[in-house]
């Protein structure tokens, strides 16, 4: 693997430097989206419920590492949710340690409402791209995410 040396670089060079503007820049539309449809959600919130609503049953941790977040913050979020009525959560009868959480009815209306504004604003960084261009930045991210591992 051929390494470019760091002293050598700007950090306007640098790929991460640009997927961290990128990410800091997403999330800022994704807010104003979301706010803008008053659904009372944060981004992270919603990603949370849609994956509860892909994943109807599962645990608190295995949305945790779907949605690539902590222990104490996927509890903090899931009883946020839980209190908003999106959202509930039961003990597994097989193993009364651990949660399982459900979409309510509720919370199936409100993703049913807010995905075609979610679907919009995804949309937005990948515009000017053609379909081949955005499969091929969508491989070399895995490839990135599998050199860190």
């Known amino acids: 693997m051929q390494m470019i040396k760091a002293k050598e670089q700007r950090l306007e060079q640098l790929p991460i430097f640009w997927m961290e503007q990128i990410v800091r820049r997403y999330r800022q539309v994704a807010t104003q989206a979301l706010g803008a449809e008053e659904a009372g959600l944060s981004v992270d919130q919603w990603v949370v419920l849609k994956q509860v609503g892909e994943n109807n049953g599962c645990s608190q941790v295995e949305i945790g590492n779907s ?26 009868p097989e193993d009364r340690r651990r949660y399982m959480v459900f979409l309510t009815e509720k919370g199936q209306r409100l993703i049913d409402r807010l995905l075609p504004v ?32």
């Open 67 to 92: 949605t690539v977040k902590d222990a104490p913050t996927t509890t903090r979020i899931i009883d946020q949710l839980v209190n908003k009525n999106l959202i509930s959560k039961q003990l597994d």
């Open 118 to 149: 979610v679907q919009e604003y995804r949309q937005i960084p990948l515009q000017g791209f053609s379909e081949t261009e955005q499969k091929q930045l969508l491989e070399n991210l895995k490839r990135m995410l599998h050199n860190l591992a």
